[in-house]
């Protein structure tokens, strides 16, 4: 989960469809505005151009026709985050407030190792910080059979992020013989990992969080959110 600048107005169907008996929320260009704000990715597990696309209520609807038809609430979301998060949790981090800055409420790590467990940990006791970081954890590492399986395929994609991610890191520090423009363009390619648009960003941005020595290097590479 990475900060979202949602576009506004709201898109002008809404309103209309909200009106109607049976009315579509995802009308008009709702659909194109979602997947150009979010990046096509998922806004729970991170996925770059998911197989599988919802349109999901951050806040559980309900039968709500307010909720339903909500602009602010509508999400783009993967099948197997939908599924996971469901009406079980309500109260999750609205990752498109600008004020709310999600990586400095949430910790994300994973070593770049196979079978590794995801670890979304809260960094304050906010029940919606705890809430959010429980529905991660959930959807990295599964609790049945089947959402363990698809986490599982989640996370080989995270692992393969961070191993490209730290080849990435490996050749600006260490590659002998790295002429500086070679190094730049090295440098060029970790900002576009760190990206807000590129998978999983929020678990490399932490990386670079997490090691002092990365960060007085690559502090102004971490995107900053729009206001």
Not at 180 to 187: A, P, Y
Request: proline content about 4%.
């Amino acid at each position: 989960m990475i900060n979202i600048n949602r576009s506004q107005p709201a898109p002008e169907c809404l309103s209309k469809e909200k009106k109607k008996k049976n009315g579509d929320y995802k009308c008009g260009d709702v659909i194109e505005r979602l997947h150009r704000d979010f990046y096509n990715k998922c806004y729970l597990c991170e996925e770059k151009a998911p197989s599988t696309i919802n349109v999901e209520h951050r806040i559980p609807h309900k039968g709500s026709i307010e909720l339903k038809f909500d602009w602010n609430n509508l999400f783009w979301s993967c099948g197997h985050c939908n599924n996971t998060k469901l009406g079980k949790y309500e109260n999750v981090i609205d990752c498109t407030i600008n004020s709310i800055n999600v990586l400095d409420l949430l910790k994300f790590e994973m070593n770049p190792f196979p079978f590794e467990t995801a670890r979304i940990s809260p960094l304050n006791e906010d029940h919606v910080v705890v809430e959010t970081a429980r529905l991660l954890n959930e959807i990295y590492n599964g609790t049945t059979k089947l959402k363990i399986t698809e986490g599982l395929n989640i996370k080989n994609k995270i692992l393969q992020e961070i191993i490209a991610f730290n080849e990435l890191l490996q050749k600006y520090f260490f590659e002998e013989g790295l002429s500086g423009s070679e190094k730049e363009i090295t440098r060029i390619k970790i900002r576009r990992k760190l990206g807000f648009d590129s998978a999983f960003s929020a678990f490399k941005i932490w990386v670079i969080k997490n090691n002092q020595r990365l960060l007085e290097e690559f502090s102004d590479l971490i995107p900053q959110i729009e206001n």
